[in-house]
Structure formats: C-alpha cells, structure tokens
C-alpha cells in the first residue's frame, strides 16, 4: 500500500470548517483513499473513503485531486467532540487486501 | 447491536506470566485482525484471520499466537509476557475484501507488563 504524509497537528475553531491535508504521491490506479478518527484512546473509526470522485456522507465530505496525488478531509462544521486524530491510509480493495497501514495521522484540537 | 467486544478490557501482568485476549463480533464478518497501539504511534499489525480456521501474521506477530475456531471469535495470545508488550490491544473486524473493506474496532484492550 502507498505511503500517506500528514501533518502532526492542526487547530480549529469550533463550528468553523476543519480541512484536513494527506499526500499520497506514490498511489497507484487501484488504491483507495480512506479516513478514520480515533477520539481519545477509543478504537479507530471510520469516515469516508473514496477512489477518485469526492465524496460526502453524514460526517464529513472527502475531496481528492485530479491526479489522485493529495486528498482532503473536510468536517464543515467542527464541535468540541470532533477532536481527535485522523489517520488518512491508501489501500487497495479487493481479494488479497486484507488490512490497513496506519501512520501517525493528525491531531486536530477543536478549540472553543 | 454490540459489534466488536474485547474482553479483559484492562490487565496487568508479571513478566513471563501468559494470558488471553478475547475478540468476538457479531457482525458476521469474515476478516478480523489484532493491532497493538503503542503511546504516540498509529496502529500496528500483530496477526489477522481471513476466516474460520485459518490466521497469518502481520507486521509485528513475534511473541504473539492467535487461534480463530470460530467465525466470531478471535483469540490473542502471550506465551510469556514482556514488558515490551505493555500497550493498547484494538480488535478489528471487516466484510471481505470485496466488500469497501471498512473495519470496525472494538475498545481497546489496556495491557500491562511488570
């Protein structure tokens, strides 16, 4: 699975938009963009994936570029519980894909 | 619906002493995994199962044996605990690969090694 870069951190203000940045320069034709979250030693969960189309749902909207080389995760309006850390991962679906690599991610602190 | 349980959700261990993590859910799925979080780091591999019977090894499987007997449950295992297992056991399970491969995580399992 190809690479994600984040940034470690990243502040917003609550009820303001939260976009957060991942670099996926080596992502190959198949592979698939996911977002998770993990608020404060809970497990991870899920929030949106997508290929090359962006994408939106109840939590948040997905934006991935032309070239498929970066992607960003917009939450349109952060509260207090959004604050967490995001993990964006590049991952092939199918048979033979059986796990996801995560990185560090970024921890965004929703500020009051 | 309870999805992903792990249990014991909190244990503290002696050195060399050997225990059990259970993971059962109740989703039906047929992939689940073990990933061990250590403070400051993302989620690493231990072991995943791609169904009943059968397991395979992940990114950090030294020290660790799992068993899958049955398609809701799998069990992790410490032979002889090291204090360099000390950390957050998560549970994961998933539809299969040809499904959108979303994993839902159980709460994590606190572990300490003395």
């Known amino acids: 699975d190809a690479k994600t870069t984040q940034p470690p951190s990243m502040d917003c203000a609550e009820g303001r938009a939260a976009n957060l940045p991942c670099n996926h320069s080596?992502?190959?034709?198949?592979?698939?963009v996911y977002w998770y979250r993990q608020i404060h030693s809970q497990g991870p969960q899920y929030i949106i994936h997508?290929?090359?189309n962006n994408e939106t749902n109840e939590m948040a909207s997905l934006i991935i570029t032309e070239d498929r080389k970066s992607s960003t995760l917009i939450l349109p309006h952060a509260t207090l519980r959004d604050t967490a850390v995001y993990y964006c991962i590049v991952r092939v679906i199918g048979a033979g894909s059986y796990q996801l690599t995560f990185g560090k991610g970024t921890k965004l602190s929703v500020i009051p | 619906n309870a999805g992903v349980t792990q249990t014991p959700k909190f244990r503290v261990l002696k050195t060399g002493q050997s225990m059990t993590l259970l993971c059962a859910q109740d989703m039906n799925h047929e992939y689940m995994y073990w990933y061990r979080q250590d403070p400051g780091m993302g989620l690493r591999l231990i072991h995943y199962?791609?169904?009943?019977?059968?397991?395979a090894k992940g990114e950090v499987p030294d020290g660790y044996n799992v068993s899958r007997l049955k398609k809701q449950n799998f069990l992790l295992g410490l032979e002889s605990a090291a204090p360099s297992q000390t950390s957050v056991y998560f549970c994961?399970?998933?539809?299969?690969?040809?499904?959108?491969?979303?994993?839902?995580f159980g709460e994590g399992s606190r572990l300490t090694v003395l």
């Open positions: 994961a399970s998933s539809n299969s690969g040809r499904s959108t491969g979303e994993l839902f």
């Open positions: 997508g290929l090359k």
């Open positions: 080596t992502i190959s034709g198949n592979e698939y």
């Open positions: 199962s791609v169904g009943e019977g059968t397991t």
